[in-house]
């Protein structure tokens, strides 16, 4: 019952009320406390009208009317403490007409100021509440002082059915009240159920809310681990082993033989499946047979290359003690050009490129890192093998891969230039190539940290600065600048 009475309350509500849990509840006592009163009104004005108290009768009529526009101005939106203090004047202006036509301060209708004073405290709230509640009082007071000095105020019905009105009206204002109360602890307790519900969600998005934290600072805890391995493993492949481009490309072959390991396990479950059957099919099974063959072939070829690879790493490798020694930078140049070429092959044997060098006379020694410059050297240089030898994969005719390697000096710096005559580098490319694991080549054949690596080893460890100049169909210029 209660729910349904619910129901045809909250049609008196405006929407944007019924989004907010303790304003519905709020609004819904409020239009309880109007509603109540419209209904006894109603009633008492059938009452009135049967005793024949006409001024009384009027005046209930004007109650039902007001309290009808009160509602349709709570649809409207208007402000509660507008309505609240016409509904209080409108209360104390009625009852006082009510009480002088039926025996003033003797009158049963003294009752009901009293559920003013209560109705004000709800609907324009405490402080205001006062202020009604005091008028009420004076207006009480008022009738009996004035009686006190003498007036006597008529009774404008039947002597007989003074009784009768007594009993309608005390009886009138003892359900108003236990109606009022009733409401206000079912309004109360649903305050306090609200609360402990919010309270309850409260605690349990505050515990979500850690627990996305500790996952959030776990994932950024791992994040930062696989990041620091991924760099170290970075580290470890150029680390004065050979190139950095022989440690990316490796990666090819690899992959290869992962791909066609992959298929050959497919191809062996689909022949035991085949087999399985009661009447398997015998040109199925040679054909699975045929490419499970050419993937064992596959594997075997690549897994060959990858060999070839790892004993050109093995051969040439380095080990770094991290101590700054005398380093001359265009005997370092030409063995890492010789390196990088041979992996460059090592990957594709007819590659061929054109190596142009312009050794500085006279290039002074520079206090540096021999293994680490080296692995910089190393990766700018297979870059640039890497860019001519796509470039040359397009087919452009006449085109002839070259790799130009340039040192100079000035009183301040050492400059080694890389310069290459491949695809180049868009603007766009250019602002990101020294970010970690930004890379342009296809997955698998690079990580996105020999460039970055690169540029921590020149800006940081050696002080100095890594550029880049290209123009995308015009190859690339890669200068490190080291101070002297």
Known sequence: ????????????????????????????????????????????????????????????????????????????????????????????????????????????????????????????GRRAGYYWGAASVLVVAGLFASEALGMRYPLLFPARYYYIYAGIANTGALLYAIIVVITYENWQKSAVRLARNLAEELQVQKQEAENQRDQTAHALAELTRTQQQLVEKEKMASLGELTAGIAHEIQNPLNFVNNFAEVSTELVAELVEEQARVAPDADLEADLLADLQQNLAKISQHGQRAANIVRSMLQHSRTSTGERTPTDLNALAEEYLRLAYHGARAQDAAFQASLETDWAPGLPPIEAVTSDLGRVLLNLLTNAFYAVRQRQRTGEPGYVPAVRVQTSYTAEQVRVRVQDNGLGMPAAVQAKIFQPFFTTKPTGEGTGLGLSLSYDIVTQSHGGTLAVQSQEGQGAVFTVALPR
């Open 1 to 124: 019952m209660a729910f349904k009475i619910d129901l045809l309350v909250d049609r008196l509500i405006p929407e944007e009320l019924k989004r907010d849990e303790v304003g519905l509840r709020q609004a819904r006592f409020q239009r309880y406390i109007l509603l109540t009163t419209l209904l006894l009104s109603v009633l008492y004005a059938l009452c009135l009208y049967a005793i024949d108290y006409a001024v009384g009768f009027w005046v209930l009529v004007g109650f039902v009317v007001l309290h009808v526009s009160f509602l349709a101005m709570l649809w409207q939106k208007v402000r509660l403490p507008v309505i609240g203090s016409a509904f209080c004047a409108m209360t104390i202006i009625g009852f006082l007409l009510l009480c002088v036509t039926s025996r003033g301060i003797s009158s049963a209708t003294i009752i009901w100021f009293f559920a003013t004073i209560v109705s004000s405290f709800w609907l324009v």
